[in-house]
């Protein structure tokens, strides 16, 4: 059995490395998603939840949709913050809420959208139970 989610917001501080940059000088929005996949998993890790764990189990975490808005760029060897915000959507739906901010003015560099589900064994999208501790967790905050 997989543990259970207890919190719904993570970050995660980074830099921005040299290797990262295109041969323009600027961070692909490739890397930007990678940031955004990193921070992801870490959360999942966090709360216990390996991705390995899923796949041993038949399970496959999967992205569905992602909305990503470009506002601002980071440099080279730039600090920045990666938060996430997770809810649900639906019975089989959850979503990421994620910004990247720089270090240490927050100056917004993008924000988004990210929404994904679990397929079972046949293909098919559900939410295992460490997912549905977090209704329970979200509907405890709002009332507070």
Not at 99 to 104: C, Q, T
Not at 113 to 119: F, H, K, M, S, V
């Amino acid at each position: 059995m997989l543990p259970s989610i207890e919190t719904s917001h993570f970050e995660l501080k980074l830099s921005v490395r040299d290797y990262e940059l295109d041969s323009f000088g600027v961070i692909n929005n490739a890397v930007y998603q990678n940031y955004l996949e990193h921070t992801r998993h870490q959360f999942l890790e966090s709360q216990g939840l390996k991705l390995t764990a899923y796949f041993e189990q038949g399970l496959s975490p999967v992205i569905t949709k992602a909305e990503i808005e470009y506002r601002s760029s980071l440099q080279s060897r730039d600090d920045f913050v990666v938060s996430l915000e997770l809810a649900l959507l639906s019975k089989v739906k959850f979503i990421f809420l994620q910004e990247i901010r720089s270090i240490p003015d927050k100056t917004l560099i993008l924000s988004a959208r990210i929404t994904g589900t679990i397929l079972n064994s046949s293909g098919r999208p559900f939410l295992p139970a460490a997912f549905q501790n977090l209704r329970t967790l979200l509907t405890s905050k709002t009332r507070n």
